[in-house]
T-cell receptor, first 113, second 112 residues
Framework: DTGVSQNPRHKITKRGQNVTFRCDPI?????LYWYRQTLGQGPEFLTY????????KSRLLSDRFSAERPKGSFSTLEIQRTEQGDSAMYLC???????????FGSGTRLTVV | SQQGEEDPQALSIQEGENATMNCSYK?????LQWYRQNSGRGLVHLIL?????REKHSGRLRVTLDTSKKSSSLLITASRAADTASYFC????????????FGTGTRLTIIP
């Protein structure tokens, strides 16, 4: 297991298009987290899963955003009708010991033009 | 929302010097963690300090925590060019709240 994997690394899309990102966590980690990071800022929490259950969503996660973790393994984050303000790095993390230890992926850089 | 501020926002030092960056936070915490982020990459966990600890060491890293002032500092000794990165503090409040809340980060540049 080589850690948390995120795909794609980069995505450029036109405003109004839908995009989907994938995160493959460390296999034995039952917690999976999504964060968004804009330029020059720290990551901001979006949502997290325990196994397949989505347990918390930030108010940053508008109704254009949806996240799933259908079998408690990989997760997808979809953004519908993208806006320029959605341009950011989207980071995924997984954990077996929440509150203590998290492993982050390299992120997906989204650019909306 | 961000937990707090990091200070300075940017720091440039000569290789071999020590680098100190500070973090302030707003709420009660269970622990505070420091992460490094190389440009355009994900975050790498460096060190965790619990709320009942005042100082912790790991290799060239030294972290202090003052819960009365809601602040922490990260010291990197004998800096190397490879230490060039952004450094973030993150807090976990531990009260059934699993998410990390990050600061705004310090951009560290080591000049060879």
């Amino acid at each position: 297991d080589t850690g948390v994997s995120q795909n794609p690394r980069h995505k450029i899309t036109k405003r109004g298009q839908n995009v989907t990102f994938r995160c493959d966590p460390i296999s034995e980690h039952n917690r999976l987290y999504w964060y968004r990071q804009t330029l020059g800022q720290g990551p901001e929490f979006l949502t997290y899963f325990q196994n397949e259950a989505q347990l918390e969503k930030s108010r940053l996660l508008s109704d254009r955003f949806s996240a799933e973790r259908p079998k408690g393994s990989f997760s997808t984050l979809e953004i519908q009708r993208t806006e320029q303000g959605d341009s950011a790095m989207y980071l995924c993390a997984s954990s077996l010991d929440p509150g203590v230890s998290y492993t982050f992926g390299s992120g997906t850089r989204l650019t909306v033009v | 929302s961000q937990q707090g501020e990091e200070d300075p926002q940017a720091l440039s030092i000569q290789e071999g010097e020590n680098a100190t960056m500070n973090c302030s936070y707003k709420t009660s915490i269970n622990n505070l963690q420091w992460y490094r982020q190389n440009s355009g990459r994900g975050l790498v966990h460096l060190i965790l300090i619990r709320s009942n600890e005042r100082e912790k060491h790991s290799g060239r890293l030294r972290v202090t925590l003052d819960t009365s002032k809601k602040s922490s500092s990260l010291l990197i000794t004998a800096s190397r060019a490879a230490d060039t990165a952004s450094y973030f503090c993150a807090t976990a409040d531990g009260f059934g709240n699993e998410k990390l809340t990050f600061g705004t980060g310090t951009r560290l540049t080591i000049i060879p």
